[in-house]
């Protein structure tokens, strides 16, 4: 069985991975099918190249994508390309719900990253209070033993 996944490059550290046609039976690094595209984690939003019609190719001859694999064809609009051919659909109305695809990911990792920011903004600032408050002592209620 043929399997589109990625495929290790880069330095310690630095990871860089290919997109690739590969038996699944092949080591991770091993000799693959077919390059499809590569994708660089390090950069911020994550750089994501891939030729469409050969993963569209892969995809119609049966290959099957990893999770990993399937999230990046599904951010970069090949999943939906493929579904709007199969539907009939032409090619410019396929490119333009492609680039309004895209767009809407793009905001909505904006949208994420500034909510994390401010998740970690406020997490600081609780702890800050909470550090400056000042320690009570416990109300003792009962009467002291004579």
């Known amino acids: 069985m043929v399997k589109l996944r990625l495929r290790r490059k880069g330095r310690i550290r630095k990871p860089f991975y290919d997109i690739v046609a590969i038996d699944s039976r092949a080591r ?8 499809v595209g ?3 984690p390090m950069t911020q939003p994550s750089t994501v190249n891939i030729l469409h019609d050969r993963a569209m190719y892969w995809l ?6 990893t999770t ?9 609009g090949v999943l939906l390309r493929r ?6 659909k032409s090619a410019e109305e396929v490119e ?10 793009l ?16 997490a600081a600032e609780a702890a ?11 109300a003792t209620d009962a009467p002291a033993a004579e």
């Not at 999230?71 to 970069?76: G, K, N, T």
């Open 83 to 88: 579904n709007l051919l199969g539907k009939g």
């Open 107 to 122: 905001k909505r990792y904006n949208r994420n990253k500034y909510k994390r920011k401010q998740r970690k903004i406020d």
């Open 28 to 35: 991770r690094d091993g000799e693959y099918i077919e390059r």
């Open 60 to 65: 119609g001859v049966g290959a099957q994508m």
């Open 96 to 105: 333009t719900a492609v680039a309004a695809h895209k767009e809407n990911a």
């Open 68 to 76: 990993t694999v399937q999230h990046i064809m599904s951010f970069d």
């Open 128 to 138: 800050r209070k909470a550090a400056e408050a000042p320690a009570e002592a416990p």
């Open 38 to 40: 590569t994708y660089d």
